[in-house]
DNA sequence: AAATCAACTACATAAAAGGGTAGTTTTGAA
DNA sequence: TTCAAAACTACCCTTTTATGTAGTTGATTT
C-alpha cells in the first residue's frame, strides 16, 4: 500500500500537532514534517517528496498564497489543500490561481480532514460545499442588465476575432463583409459594453463571460 | 418543515421515474412535476415554484445548457442541478455559466441524489470530486513557460490601464512617464505575450491570469 | 574601469482605430 | 403594401497604435 506522504504548514503549534497526530493515525498516512512557516518548509527537502501538503494561508512572512505557488514550482505533484479561518475572495481565488486544490476552514473536524485528503489523492478536489458554490458562482454569465444590450451572434464572432489580435480588415476578409461593415458592428459592440476601445471590449466581454474560452 | 419542491427534466422515462420515487420518498421533499423537455417545463408554471430543479443536460429541442439559462430567467431562485453522461468542458462550464449550481453524473445512487440536493439546499454546490478538480483547475494560473516572460509590476499596470480603455496618454500621465515610456513597456508586453495588439494582450492577459480580478 | 543592461525618452511613419454623417438594401412587423 | 428598424456600405477626418531606430541615464556585472 503506497504511503501518502504529507507535509503540515501552520504557525499554530496546537493545531500543528493536532492535525500531526490525527493523521498519524491512519495506517497508510505519515507526516513527513511540520513546519511553522513557508520560509523553513521551502529549505526542506521533504516537502519535495510530499504527496499532500497541508497549508495555513496566515502566516507570517511568506503567506501561504505565494507560498502555494513557490511549492507547486519544486514540487508539481504535490496536492496542495489550504486550510483558513478567512473565506474572502482574494484567499480563495488566491489559493486556486496558485495551484492549491482544495481549500478547507480550520474548523475542520479530524474526519473530515482525513477525508479531505482521501478525496484529493482520488483525484478530487476537498472544499466545503459553500466554497464550493462561491467557486461556481464566479462562472455564473452575467446577462447585460437590459435585454437590448445582449450582443449578437456576429458581435461576439468580431470580439473573439479581435481578442485574437485581428485587424478589421483582417476580420472583413474572413466574415466576407466590407472593412466598414466590420467597422459597424463594433461600434454597436461599444455602445453595447459602454466601451470605447477593443482592449476595453475584450476585457468586459470577458468578465461578463462573452467571449467563448472552451470549444 | 419546509418542503423542498422539486422539477426533474430528464427525456429517459426510466431515469424520470426512479429519481421521482427515490425523492419521493423523503418526507421533506415533493416532486412537483417531471418534464421530458425543456419546451413542456417552459410552458408550465410549476417551474416558477420550484426550489429545485434537476436538469439532464442531453436533450433534444432545446438543450440542457439553454434550458438551464431560461429556467434561471423565469425563476432564478431555483437551484438548477445539471446531471450528464458527458463530463466534457463544454457540458460542464457550459452549465455552470448558464447558472446551474451542481454538476452530478447520471450514475449517480440514490442516496447521493437526495444528499446532493441536501447539499444545494444549505447553500452548497453538489458534484463530484473529480469535476470539482476540474473546475478548480481551471483557476490555476499558467506561468508563461520561460521565467523571462514573466510581465514585470509595471507592465501589468499597464496591462490593466489598456483592459479599462485608457491610451497611452492617459496611462502616462497616471503613471508619471512620458507617452513613449508607455510605448516601450507596451512593446514588451507584446513580446512577452507574443502578441500585437492591445485586445490580444488584453485576452491573452486574462487567459494566463495575469490580470488582477479580485483585489 | 569597461561593458552590459534595464528603463526610459525622442522621433518618425505607416497602418489602424474611433467616431461622425449619409445612403442603400434587407427584413420583419403593422 | 408600407413603414421602420436593422444591417450593411461608403467617406471623411482626427487620434491612436504598432513598430523601427536611436540616444541617455543609472545600476549591475565582470
Known amino acids: 500500500m503506497a504511503m501518502v506522504k504529507i507535509v503540515i504548514i501552520e504557525d499554530n503549534v496546537y493545531a500543528r500537532t493536532a492535525w500531526e497526530s490525527t493523521l498519524s ?3 497508510d498516512f505519515v507526516v513527513l514534517a511540520t513546519f511553522s512557516s513557508c520560509e523553513e518548509a521551502l529549505e526542506s ?3 519535495k517528496k510530499a504527496t499532500v501538503v497541508l497549508l495555513d494561508i496566515g502566516l507570517k512572512g511568506i503567506s501561504g498564497i505565494k507560498g502555494a505557488e513557490l511549492i507547486g514550482n519544486i514540487n508539481p505533484k504535490a496536492l496542495i489543500i489550504m486550510i483558513s479561518i478567512h473565506d474572502d475572495d482574494k484567499s480563495i481565488f ?3 490561481q496558485a495551484g492549491a486544490i482544495g481549500f478547507l476552514h ?6 473530515e480532514l482525513i477525508e ?3 478525496i484529493a489523492i482520488r483525484g478530487g478536489s ?5 466554497i464550493a458554490r462561491r467557486v461556481l458562482r464566479s462562472f455564473h454569465r452575467f446577462k447585460p442588465m437590459q435585454e437590448k444590450d445582449n450582443l449578437t451572434e456576429k458581435e461576439i464572432t468580431i470580439l473573439n476575432h479581435l481578442s485574437e489580435g485581428k485587424s478589421y480588415k483582417k476580420i472583413s476578409e474572413e466574415m466576407y463583409l466590407s472593412v ?8 454597436s459592440i461599444y455602445e453595447k459594453l459602454h466601451v470605447h476601445s477593443q482592449a476595453e471590449a475584450v476585457s468586459k466581454g470577458q468578465s461578463l463571460r462573452i467571449l467563448t474560452k472552451w470549444e
Open 126 to 130: 476537498p472544499m466545503t460545499p459553500q
Open 180 to 187: 466598414d461593415g466590420i467597422k459597424y458592428h463594433v461600434r
Open 45 to 47: 527537502e521533504l516537502v
Open 106 to 111: 480550520k474548523s475542520v473536524s479530524p474526519d
Open 25 to 27: 493515525q491512519e495506517e
Open 116 to 118: 479531505s485528503i482521501r
Open 94 to 96: 488566491g489559493s486556486l
